[in-house]
Structure formats: C-alpha cells, structure tokens
Nanobody, 123 residues
Framework: QVQLAESGGGLVQVGGSLRLSCAASGRTFSGSTMGWFRQAPGKEREFVASINWSGLMTLYGDSVKGRFTISIDNTKDTVTLQMNSLKPEDTAVYYC????????????????WGQGTQVTVSS
C-alpha cells in the first residue's frame, strides 16, 4: 500500500535543468528521512541527496554538490530534487527512497523505494 510516486524525469540537453518529485502515500511518514539514489547501467547505485523531516539537514553526494538542491514539503509528504547544470554523467534512473527510523542514515537503511524515473542528459 505504501507508494513513492516519482515524476519529472525526462530528456534534457547538457546544462539544462530538471525537477524531480516524489510523493509518498499509504502511511504516515512523519519523522522520516527522504532522498534520492541513482543508478546507471553497469554502475553501482549511487547516493544523490537526502533531507530530514524538518528540512534542516541535507546531505549530497560529492558529484552533485553545488548543482542539485533537495527540499521537502512535510505537509504533503513530498520531496523534490532540483537538478541544474546537468551533465551526461547524470544520466541514470533516479530512485526515491525513505527511511522511517529516526536518526538513521538513508544510505544505511532504506525502508521504501520508488519505481524509478529515467533522467537522460544528451551531449
């Protein structure tokens, strides 16, 4: 019944922007940490960004720092990822992820995964 509905993926040119959204439903997500991973063919799953429920703490993977911004609307159980200055290396399937354990690093304990949304950056 729990669902993480991702949207906003697509095809963009190098240097362009996309905004991904993830709307969580099916239970109460209060206190959760939400964020994003990505995976390209033949590559390891890579941490992208996370944000805590209050929105006061964010964490970014080194490869996206300064280009991506994560935000949360905890009244709507929705997390967004604004992606700017996109590079071909950003091409991947992006997965929304949630952990329900307070204080747990999203990278260590994911409780729910989205289906993934494709982001393609053409050079």
């Amino acid at each position: 019944q729990v669902q993480l509905a991702e949207s906003g993926g697509g095809l963009v040119q190098v240097g362009g922007s996309l905004r991904l959204s993830c709307a969580a439903s099916g239970r109460t997500f209060s206190g959760s940490t939400m964020g994003w991973f990505r995976q390209a063919p033949g590559k390891e799953r890579e941490f992208v960004a996370s944000i805590n429920w209050s929105g006061l703490m964010t964490l970014y993977g080194d490869s996206v720092k300064g280009r991506f911004t994560i935000s949360i609307d905890n009244t709507k159980d929705t997390v967004t990822l604004q992606m700017n200055s996109l590079k071909p290396e950003d091409t991947a399937v992006y997965y929304c992820a949630v952990t329900m354990v307070a204080g747990t690093d999203l990278q260590l304990g994911v409780n729910y995964w989205g289906q993934g949304t494709q982001v393609t950056v053409s050079s």
